[in-house]
């Protein structure tokens, strides 16, 4: 059974830091293409950051040179870390695993962490 569990969300001022963890069981993170989505309210969800399997990362506009993706093979786990954070970054965030480096479909969902920048 797969399982993408993600934690380390919470409230920050701006201008703070926060680092998300998705830990995943059930399947190795090693060889698919993993990311971050974030949902705000009344809005669609949409990619944060992907990283491939081989880790070529793509960033969105927004959060290139604040956020950074990175991933532990041997934990099974992917981090995001973000930094200099802005009230439009409030969010619901949710790790995602998808296809293989030969390119197998596959799409799980974690559960999501709330982020929230506010003074």
């Known amino acids: 059974q797969v399982q993408l569990v993600e934690s380390g969300g919470g409230l920050v001022q701006p201008g703070g830091s926060l680092r998300l963890s998705c830990a995943a069981s059930?399947?190795?993170?090693?060889?698919?293409?993993m990311a971050w989505y974030r949902q705000a309210p009344g809005k669609q969800r949409e990619l944060v950051v992907g990283?491939?399997?081989?880790?070529?990362?793509n960033y969105e506009d927004s959060v290139k040179g604040r956020f950074t993706i990175s991933k532990d093979n041997t934990k099974n786990t992917v981090f995001l870390q973000m930094n200099s954070l802005k009230p439009e970054d409030t969010a619901v965030y949710f790790c995602?695993?998808?296809?293989?480096?030969?390119?197998?479909?596959?799409?799980?969902w974690g559960q999501g962490t709330q982020v929230t920048v506010s003074s």
């Open positions: 990283i491939t399997s081989g880790g070529s990362t």
């Open positions: 995602h695993l998808g296809r293989t480096a030969w390119g197998r479909f596959y799409d799980y």
């Open positions: 059930g399947i190795s993170i090693s060889i698919h293409d």
